[in-house]
């Protein structure tokens, strides 16, 4: 099955809420119409032919100090795992960290679960953006649905606003 990239600011129907008013200031944004069935990275590759280097995932994290609970966003390539509970723990100064459960993960993005993304998050939420998917000439990515994804190049997701880039595998 081959994908029909078009530019995202066309086709905001395709994207969530928050993502539809982000994607505007991302240069060269392009989404594609999905079966949403397979919009779990392993499943989307094999069906729609993109390698897993060319995939990223977005992983929110909940980081905890002092009864306070922060948030952020990880950027790593669909090959690669985050380290949680060491460079992420650490960068973002917290005693505890940990993938955010699911459900609080949706509520509090305003994306569904497997297609969340780093544009349009919470303007607080550092995005961190590990140094691979920087590098990248261009990356799939969530688009806020499960019904589509979006293709950003690597420099566009460090040039967010909040974005960090670093190692984040460990």
């Known amino acids: 099955m081959t994908l029909q990239w078009v530019p995202a600011a066309e086709r905001t129907d395709l ?18 119409e999905i079966d949403p069935d397979l919009a779990d990275t392993a499943a989307f590759c094999e069906k729609y032919g993109v390698t897993l280097d060319e995939s990223a995932n977005c992983v929110v994290v909940a ?12 950027m790593v390539l669909a090959t690669m795992r985050v380290d949680v509970n060491g460079v992420v723990r650490r960068h973002l100064d917290a005693r505890k960290a ?14 569904e679960y497997g297609g969340i993304t780093p544009l349009g998050l919470p303007e607080e939420w550092p995005i961190l953006v590990d140094t691979h998917v920087a590098e990248h000439a261009r990356v799939v990515i969530g688009s806020g ?12 997701l460090a040039g967010l606003k909040r974005a960090e880039v670093l190692s984040l595998a460990g």
């Open 98 to 111: 940990s993938f955010a459960p699911m459900a609080e993960a949706v509520e509090l993005t305003g994306m």
């Open 15 to 32: 994207l969530a809420d928050p993502v539809a008013r982000a994607v505007r200031d991302v240069e060269g944004a392009e989404v594609a």
């Open 63 to 74: 980081a905890k100090r002092g009864g306070e609970t922060r948030y952020a966003a990880c």
């Open 145 to 156: 649905v499960r019904r589509s994804k979006l293709a950003v190049s690597g420099a566009a």
